[in-house]
């Protein structure tokens, strides 16, 4: 522990090294990896995420468009849309931006893109072969969690790990990853009981919830790990845009107990997308080797 407490676990200097790693792959396949991210409506928050994730994947020379459809378009438009990018040999990815507008059935959305191409491993498919330990294409959030445990040195096998939340996309996937790695899992949500006696016993504690300052100092073990998934706004007159964003944790007074902890910003939600990439290599690998073989078949 340094002398302000925990080590600051740095998402961002991680993210960038698996960056590079990428990008040195990217460069050997013979057609660069291409994503289509699907944006539905103009919520600016989801806009900032897409164009962040297209700078990401063009820095590492993928190829990235973006659909756009208005927030009133129709369910059949959206799933045609996905249809033509299924065909599309050049797009290996396909990301449709969450949340979409209510008039949507986002279940029906994401059974749509192919499995091979769901590069969020949302489709049905995708969590059933997480669930077997068989998934190539595992959700981001959860997978860039793990990778920063992992590039930290942090043991897993053994470890008591103990998530806050419950979700599809980030607490239920990683409840499976870090269970395939040995360590015993304790989920809680909102109708646990008892919240702060259960991660009092995290060796790792995460949390994925969305409320600032939940996870407080009390609540944590001396030299626990603590990830904070959490983003949240806060209204902040002192800076400019009139608001800051911070994780569910209470960082300055869970870092002094805790051995090692992620800051939001620059934590997790960089390796969201450094394993958005991830994906889309891993997508664009598998379906130009199928490719390949079945050229190979066919000229026999
Ligand atoms: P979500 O779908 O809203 O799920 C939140 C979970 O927290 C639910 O399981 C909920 O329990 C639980 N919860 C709510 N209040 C609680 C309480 N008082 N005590 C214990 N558990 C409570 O959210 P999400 O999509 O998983 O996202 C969680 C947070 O992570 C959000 O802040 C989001 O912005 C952030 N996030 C960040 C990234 C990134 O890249 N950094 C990516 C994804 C999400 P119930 O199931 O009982 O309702």
Excluded: W
Aim: some cysteine.
């Amino acid at each position: 522990m340094s002398a302000g407490g925990g080590t600051i676990i740095d998402g961002k200097a991680i993210a960038e090294r698996c960056k590079e790693r990428i990008r040195a792959q990217v460069a050997q396949l013979p057609m660069p990896p291409g994503i289509t991210v699907v944006l539905v409506g103009d919520d600016p928050a989801s806009k900032v995420y897409v164009s962040m994730k297209e700078v990401g994947c063009r820095d590492v020379g993928m190829r990235s468009e973006q659909v756009t459809l208005p927030k009133d378009v129709s369910q059949e438009r959206l799933l045609a849309t996905i249809d033509r990018l299924n065909e599309d040999p050049e797009v290996h990815a396909i990301l449709v931006q969450l949340p979409l507008p209510g008039h949507i059935d986002e279940g029906a959305v994401l059974e749509r893109v192919r499995p091979e191409k769901d590069v969020d491993g949302f489709h049905p498919c995708n969590v059933g072969l997480l669930q077997l330990g068989k998934a190539t294409l595992v959700p981001c959030t959860p997978k860039g969690v793990v990778r920063l445990l992992e590039e930290s040195g942090v043991a897993i096998a053994g470890a008591h790990a103990v998530i806050v939340g419950r979700s599809n996309i980030v607490g239920k996937p990683l409840a499976q990853l870090l269970l395939q790695r040995d360590a015993t899992v304790t989920v809680c949500h909102s109708r646990t009981k008892g919240l702060a006696a259960l991660t009092r016993q995290a060796d790792i504690l995460v949390a994925a919830v969305g409320r600032p300052g939940l996870i407080t100092a009390e609540m944590v073990k001396d030299g626990a790990v603590v990830i904070d998934v959490g983003v949240n706004r806060v209204e902040d007159a002192h800076e400019k845009r009139g608001y800051r964003l911070c994780g569910d944790v209470d960082f300055a007074r869970v870092r002094e107990k805790a051995r090692a902890i992620t800051p939001v910003p620059g934590g997790v939600g960089p390796m969201t997308i450094a394993m958005l990439m991830e994906n889309t290599l891993l997508a664009a690998q598998a379906q130009q080797q199928a490719r390949g073989r079945a050229q190979r078949g066919g000229a026999r």
